[in-house]
C-alpha cells in the first residue's frame, strides 16, 4: 500500500481482477479525500472523492473505504481492464481559508496484465 | 467534455532566464491552481486563486513566483529567474467550487 512520503509501490493485477491500493494519511484534520488517476505523460484525473463524515463511496466500478480511526484510505477497482493501469494516489485535503488544499501521495502503480 | 489546457507541452530554458507557464481553465471556473511534480516524485500544491487573487500559497511558491489572470480565459504561472531545481511538471487546475480540481495535461519545464 501507499503512504503519503514514502516510495512508489506497484500492484500488478491480471485483467478481470478486483485491485485493491491502499493510502494512509497524516493529518486527522483532514476532512475530505480524492482518489487521482495519473497515465504516463498526463495531469492527474479525479476519480472519486469522500468526506470525513462517511466511510464508504462507490462510484462506476470504484469504491472508495474511509477508516478515520487509523488514517487510512482504501480504492477498490472492480473488474481491473488494462485502461485501468495507471498511478493512482490519494489526496488528503485540508481547508485553509476559503479552499481545500491538498497534500498528495506518491502514488501507487497499477499495472493490468491482460 | 470541457478541459483545462495548457501550453506549451514542454519548455526548455536557460537557468536564470523567465518563463511563463500557460493555462486556459474551464470556463465557468472560479478557483485556479498551480501544482508541480518533481520527477518520480508526489505532485505538491504552489498556489491557489480565487476572485483575481491568491487564496493560498505554499513554501514553494516564493518571490521567483508569480501567476495572473490577464483575461478572462487565461491564468499563468511566471517563474522570474529559473533555477535547476525548477525543472518539474506543472500542473493548472481549475474548479467550480472550493472541492473538486480538474488538471490539465501539464507543461515539463527543463532548466538547463
Known amino acids: 500500500g501507499e503512504s503519503v512520503g514514502l516510495h512508489l509501490p506497484t500492484l500488478s493485477v491480471q485483467e478481470g481482477d478486483n485491485s485493491i491500493i491502499n493510502c494512509a494519511y497524516s493529518n486527522s484534520a483532514s476532512d475530505y479525500f480524492i482518489w487521482y488517476k495519473q497515465e504516463s505523460g498526463k495531469g492527474p484525473q479525479f476519480i472519486i472523492d469522500i468526506r470525513s463524515n462517511m466511510d464508504k463511496r462507490q462510484g462506476q466500478r470504484v469504491t472508495v473505504l474511509l477508516n478515520k480511526t487509523v488514517k487510512h484510505l482504501s480504492l477498490q477497482i472492480a473488474a481491473t481492464q488494462p485502461g485501468d493501469s495507471a498511478v493512482y494516489f490519494c489526496?488528503?485535503?485540508?481547508?485553509?481559508?476559503?479552499?481545500?488544499?491538498?497534500?498528495f501521495g506518491r502514488g501507487t502503480s497499477l499495472i493490468v496484465h491482460p | 467534455e470541457p478541459e483545462v489546457t495548457q501550453t506549451p507541452s514542454h519548455q526548455v530554458t536557460q537557468m536564470g532566464q523567465e518563463v511563463i507557464l500557460r493555462c486556459v481553465p474551464i470556463?465557468?471556473?472560479?478557483?485556479f491552481y498551480w501544482y508541480r511534480q518533481i520527477l518520480g516524485q508526489k505532485v505538491e500544491f504552489l498556489v491557489s486563486?480565487?476572485?483575481?487573487?491568491?487564496?493560498?500559497k505554499s513554501e514553494i511558491f516564493d518571490d521567483q513566483f508569480s501567476v495572473e489572470r490577464p483575461d478572462g480565459s487565461n491564468f499563468t504561472l511566471k517563474i522570474r529567474s529559473t533555477k535547476l531545481e525548477d525543472s518539474a511538471m506543472y500542473f493548472c487546475a481549475s474548479s467550480p467550487s472550493t472541492d473538486t480540481q480538474y488538471f490539465g495535461p501539464g507543461t515539463r519545464l527543463t532548466v538547463l
Open positions: 486563486f480565487y476572485n483575481n487573487e491568491i487564496s493560498e
Open positions: 489526496a488528503e485535503n485540508n481547508r485553509a481559508g476559503g479552499s481545500y488544499i491538498p497534500t
Open positions: 470556463s465557468n471556473h472560479l478557483y
